[in-house]
């Protein structure tokens, strides 16, 4: 009779505990009650380099993803899960004939061994907070695919990191993932804000070139870089892009997974490139 009435009282405590694991800002609604500049910072973190910049450089070139509020908000309600609606961790494999047999679509996640990896995608799925997403102080804790599902719209890959504590078979894992994944549709190569692009980045982005993949730069822990040393590397970036890539997309995404910073936005890009959001006027 006691454990029949502890039941409740127990799971009543573990949803408490659940919720206190919801990000204070992991929901937009949260956001827009702030003040108009720490607002527009969240949401759109390019706008609070833009005063920065010279007047010889176009704020379009890093406008070409812009949605409207709107259009975030929509995106939103795919990353919060509902009866109709679950986000799970799915699966992890070592091999490719150990994937798991999908058909949605599906994008991918792949960076250095402490890039912040898990950590954005723990951020991302704030909203979500059952979907067990691992971060580690160790770097290079993943060493497997991990496969997360978003209902039936789009599954989200985390891949192992590559550098410093990769995977023995990091190449033998990722390779023909990357090459032979049929329902892949964008690959999201991060870079950390204070280190910029190094040896192993430059890697993989050949290999996405290698393979013709659409990919996208996303630019990690933007609140612990000074703004000119991360305007000095978005501008870099935008270089990069035009002169020495094909398939990256031109646009460089800035996020924050402490502060969530930019979080809302890459959200809305991937409702977006999963098919599952039609933006007006927007390229992709």
Excluded: W
Aim: charged share 20%; glycine share 4%.
């Amino acid at each position: 009779m006691l454990r029949t009435k502890a039941l409740p009282l127990l799971q009543t405590h573990i949803a408490g505990l659940v919720a206190q694991r919801v990000h204070q800002l992991a929901s937009i609604k949260h956001v827009c009650v702030l003040p108009e500049k720490r607002r527009q910072a969240l949401l759109y973190p390019f706008n609070s380099l833009e005063e920065h910049l010279s007047s010889q450089v176009s704020q379009e070139e890093f406008k070409i993803f812009y949605p409207s509020l709107e259009e975030l908000r929509q995106a939103e309600t795919l990353f919060t899960p509902s009866s109709k609606h679950s986000i799970d961790y799915s699966t992890s494999a070592v091999r490719f004939d150990h994937l798991p047999l999908l058909k949605q679509p599906e994008v991918c996640f792949m960076g250095r061994s402490n890039v912040g990896k898990s950590s954005l995608i723990r951020a991302l799925f704030s909203l979500a907070p059952e979907v067990d997403v691992r971060v580690s102080k160790t770097p290079g804790h993943t060493k497997k695919l991990n496969f997360f599902t978003v209902g039936k719209a789009f599954t989200l890959v985390d891949m192992p990191g590559y550098g410093h504590n990769a995977p023995r078979d990091f190449v033998e894992m990722v390779e023909p993932y990357l090459l032979d994944r049929q329902n892949l549709v964008r690959t999201f190569l991060l870079v950390d804000g204070g280190a910029g692009l190094q040896k192993a980045d430059l890697v993989a982005v050949e290999m996405c070139e290698e393979f013709n993949l659409p990919y996208v730069l996303v630019v990690t822990k933007i609140d612990r870089t000074r703004q000119g040393t991360l305007l000095a590397l978005i501008l870099q970036l935008r270089d990069f892009i035009k002169n020495q890539t094909s398939t990256c997309f031109p646009q460089p995404f800035l996020v924050s997974s402490v502060q969530f910073s930019g979080i809302y936005l890459l959200r809305c890009f991937i409702t977006h490139v999963t098919g599952n959001l039609q933006l007006n006027a927007k390229q992709s």
